[in-house]
C-alpha cells in the first residue's frame, strides 16, 4: 500500500524545486513550441502524470486538490509546461471511466503511456459493426507530439428519428492520426496545440465515453476503478484543467513583480515604486486574486469529493456554480496580470520578461472556450431564477 502522505510531500517537493528550472527553459521551449523531452523525463520521473492515475496502473489515486496544487506550482516557473501537464494527466483519470479493455489498450505494456485530447464535436461518425468509423479535423490537442494517444470528440447521431444527438470521446491511436503542425501564437507557445486529422478510422465501441455517463457519474469503467475520485463528474475535473495553470502563473508574475520592483525607482521622476500607489494595489490585488481562486478550488473539490465518497450526487445548482467558478478563475487572473504588467515600468514589453510572459500565457489561456465566462454565468443566474440548465458539461 503506497504512503499517500509521503507522496503528496514528494510530489509538493519536487514541484517546487521544478520552478526555477522551468522559468530557465521558457524561452527555449517557447522557441521550439513544444516542452523539451527533459521536461517530459522531469514530470515522469516525479510521478506528475500518476497523481490521478488508476492504482491498478501504478497510479498514485490522490485526489484532485493533490493534483491541481501541483500543476498551480509547476505554472510559477512555466504556464506551458504546467498546461500540458494539466490536460495531458486529467486523460489519466478519465482513461480510468471508459470499459476496461481501453486502459488494456493504452496501458496494457507501458502504463506511462500519454494521451492527448481534442473535445470538439467536430468528428464525423458512421456507425459500423462493432464500433463507429471516424474521421475530422480537431484543432489545439495540447501536447500532441508528446503522445501516442489521443481523445477526440464528436456527436453520434440518433439510432431513431427525433432523438437527440449523444455527445461520446474517441480514442484512437497515434497510428490513426496525422498531427498537423500548425501552433503559431502569442503565448502557451510551448503548449504545441495542433491540429490532429484522421481519416475513416475504426474505433470499437469500449473504446468510446459518452457524456451522459460521466455527468451521471455512472461510467463504463466504474466497474473496476471502483475509488471515489472516479465518481467525479467528468465535466467538473477537465475544465479545471485548463483553468487552475492561470492561478500559478500569476503567483509567479507576483513573485517576479516583487523582486522587478523592490529597488526600482522611476527614471523620469525618481520615484521610488514600493511608495506607488497604482504598483502597491496591483500587487494587493494580485495576492488576493491568487488566494481566492485557490480556496474556490480547493472548496468545491473538497464537496465533490464528500457526495462522491457518501454516494450522494450534486445538485444541479451546484454543479452550474461550480462550473462558473472555474470560468472565472482566467477572467480574473488576466486582469490581475494586467494590471501588474502595467505598473512595473516599460521593461516589461520585452518578451523576454517574465511578467510579459505570465501576462501573454494568461491571457492565451482565457481564449479557451471553457473559460469565457459570460454564457456559464448567465446559465447560473438562469438556473438560480429556476429555469433549466443549458449546459451539461458540468
Excluded at 507522496?7 to 517537493?13: A, G, K
Excluded at 492515475?53 to 493534483?67: H, N, T
Excluded at 471508459?98 to 485530447?117: E, H
Excluded at 522587478?260 to 497604482?278: L, S, T
Aim: proline share 5%; net charge negative.
Amino acid at each position: 500500500m503506497l504512503n499517500q502522505d509521503l507522496i503528496r510531500q514528494r510530489l509538493s517537493q519536487r514541484a517546487r524545486e521544478l520552478v526555477p528550472i522551468l522559468r530557465e527553459r521558457a524561452l527555449s521551449a517557447a522557441q521550439a513550441g513544444q516542452l523539451p523531452e527533459e521536461t517530459l523525463k522531469d514530470f515522469h520521473d516525479a510521478g506528475f502524470f500518476r497523481i490521478l492515475q488508476p492504482a491498478r496502473w501504478e497510479g498514485y489515486e490522490l485526489e484532485p486538490k493533490d493534483f491541481f496544487d501541483v500543476q498551480m506550482t509547476l505554472a510559477e516557473g512555466c504556464m506551458s509546461s504546467a498546461w500540458v501537464l494539466g490536460v495531458v494527466a486529467i486523460h489519466n483519470w478519465q482513461l480510468a471511466l471508459f470499459d476496461d479493455r481501453a486502459a488494456q489498450d493504452v496501458w496494457g505494456s507501458d502504463s506511462s503511456v500519454l494521451i492527448s485530447s481534442s473535445y470538439m464535436p467536430v468528428g464525423k461518425v458512421e456507425r459500423v459493426e462493432g464500433g463507429f468509423r471516424l474521421s475530422g479535423r480537431w484543432g489545439f490537442s495540447s501536447g500532441s507530439k508528446h503522445c501516442d494517444w489521443a481523445f477526440l470528440g464528436a456527436l453520434v447521431p440518433p439510432e431513431e428519428a427525433g432523438g437527440a444527438p449523444d455527445y461520446r470521446t474517441f480514442l484512437v491511436p497515434r497510428s490513426d492520426y496525422q498531427i498537423l503542425d500548425n501552433w503559431n501564437v502569442m503565448g502557451l507557445e510551448a503548449t504545441g496545440s495542433h491540429d490532429v486529422l484522421v481519416e475513416n478510422a475504426f474505433v470499437p465501441e469500449y473504446r468510446i465515453h459518452r457524456a451522459l455517463d460521466g455527468f451521471m457519474q455512472n461510467s463504463p469503467g466504474n466497474a473496476v476503478n471502483t475509488a471515489p475520485l472516479f465518481r467525479l463528474p467528468f465535466g467538473q475535473i477537465f475544465v479545471r484543467a485548463v483553468s487552475s495553470s492561470a492561478i500559478g502563473a500569476l503567483q509567479g508574475a507576483v513573485d517576479q513583480f516583487v523582486e522587478h520592483n523592490r529597488a526600482r525607482v522611476g527614471v523620469n521622476d525618481g520615484r521610488k515604486m514600493v511608495q506607488d500607489p497604482a504598483a502597491q494595489s496591483a500587487l494587493a490585488n494580485a495576492m488576493v486574486c491568487v488566494d481566492e481562486c485557490k480556496t474556490v478550488l480547493h472548496r468545491n473539490f473538497a464537496l465533490m469529493l464528500e457526495r462522491a465518497r457518501k454516494g450522494e450526487p450534486l445538485s444541479m445548482p451546484e454543479r452550474v456554480k461550480m462550473r462558473y467558478d472555474s470560468a472565472l478563475v482566467a477572467d480574473k487572473c488576466a486582469k490581475a496580470a494586467g494590471d501588474l504588467m502595467f505598473n512595473s515600468g516599460a521593461s516589461t514589453i520585452f518578451r523576454s520578461h517574465p511578467i510579459n510572459r505570465a501576462f501573454r500565457d494568461i491571457h492565451t489561456g482565457r481564449a479557451h472556450v471553457a473559460n469565457s465566462p459570460a454564457k456559464y454565468a448567465w446559465n447560473l443566474g438562469g438556473v438560480s431564477m429556476g429555469q433549466d440548465s443549458s449546459d451539461f458539461f458540468l
